[in-house]
C-alpha cells in the first residue's frame, strides 16, 4: 500500500526566509509524487510534480522538490518565502499506470510572518 | 468547461435527510474522483470513476453514499440518512484519464461542496 507522510502539521516562517516543507513517501514501486497547495476556501492547485525525469522538480511561483529515492523523500523548498504563500500543501502519491487516484498526506499549513 | 465545476458550494442540513452533491468536470476528462476533506482526516479517497464506470469504489465510508456518473461527463454523490460525522468539504477532481503519459495523472481540483449536517 503506499501512503505518505507530511512531518509538521503547521510551519512558520519569516518572510524572505527559506521554506522547506518535509514529505516522505511509502511505496513498493516507483510512484509518481505531487504537490498541492489549497488556498483558503479554494480547491487544491497542482504546484509540481515527479513523474521519474529529472529528480529535481519545479513548480510554479518558485517552489520546487527533489526526488530522493535512498530516501524516500520528496522534500518542497522555496528560497525566499513571500506573504503570499500562505497557505495548505499536500504532498501526494500515486501508483504508476494505475487509477491515478492521489494518496495524500495530511497537509501543513505555512504562515509566513512579516 | 475550463475548469471543474461543483455545486451547491454550501449546503446546510438537518441530520437524517438526503443529500446531493454535483461535479461538473472539465469537458474531455473521461476520468473523475471524489475526495472528502475533514478536520483531522486530511483528504480520504472516496470514488474513481473512468468513463462512467466505478472500478474503485474502496474509499466510500459506507452504504449510505452512492455516486453516479452519466454520459462520461457529470457525476452525482448521494449521501443518505445524513449523519453530523459527514459534514466535510466534498471536492472533486477530473484527469484526462488513464495511461503513462506524464499528463494522464495530473488531477485539476474543484473548490468543493462544503457540507454541514446539522
Known amino acids: 500500500a503506499q501512503s505518505v507522510t507530511q512531518l509538521g502539521s503547521h510551519v512558520s516562517v519569516s518572510e524572505g526566509a527559506l521554506v522547506l516543507l518535509r514529505c516522505n513517501y511509502s511505496?513498493?514501486?516507483?510512484?509518481?509524487l505531487f504537490w498541492y497547495v489549497q488556498y483558503p476556501n479554494q480547491g487544491l492547485q497542482l504546484l509540481l510534480k515527479y513523474t521519474s525525469a529529472a529528480t529535481l522538480v519545479k513548480g510554479i511561483n518558485g517552489f520546487e522538490a527533489e526526488f530522493k529515492k535512498s530516501e524516500t523523500s520528496f522534500h518542497l523548498t522555496k528560497p525566499s518565502a513571500h506573504m503570499s504563500d500562505a497557505a495548505e500543501y499536500f504532498c501526494a502519491v500515486s501508483k504508476r499506470g494505475a487509477t491515478n487516484k492521489l494518496i495524500f498526506g495530511t497537509g501543513t499549513l505555512l504562515a509566513v510572518q512579516p | 468547461g475550463a475548469g471543474v465545476s461543483q455545486s451547491p458550494s454550501n449546503k446546510v442540513t438537518e441530520k437524517g435527510k438526503d443529500v446531493e452533491l454535483r461535479c461538473d468536470p472539465i469537458?474531455?476528462?473521461?476520468?473523475l474522483y471524489w475526495y472528502r476533506q475533514s478536520l483531522g482526516q486530511g483528504l480520504e479517497f472516496l470514488i474513481y470513476?473512468?468513463?462512467?464506470?466505478?472500478?474503485?469504489k474502496s474509499g466510500l465510508p459506507s452504504d449510505r453514499f452512492s455516486a453516479e456518473r452519466t454520459g462520461g461527463s457529470v457525476s452525482t454523490l448521494t449521501i443518505q440518512r445524513t449523519q453530523q460525522e459527514d459534514s466535510a468539504v466534498y471536492l472533486c477532481?477530473?484527469?484526462?484519464?488513464?495511461?503513462?503519459?506524464?499528463?494522464?495523472?495530473?488531477?485539476?481540483f474543484g473548490a468543493g461542496s462544503r457540507l454541514t449536517v446539522l
Open positions: 511505496s513498493s514501486v516507483p510512484p509518481y
Open positions: 470513476f473512468q468513463g462512467n464506470s466505478a472500478p474503485d
Open positions: 469537458s474531455g476528462h473521461t476520468a
Open positions: 477532481a477530473s484527469s484526462p484519464g488513464q495511461g503513462l503519459s506524464s499528463g494522464a495523472n495530473v488531477l485539476t
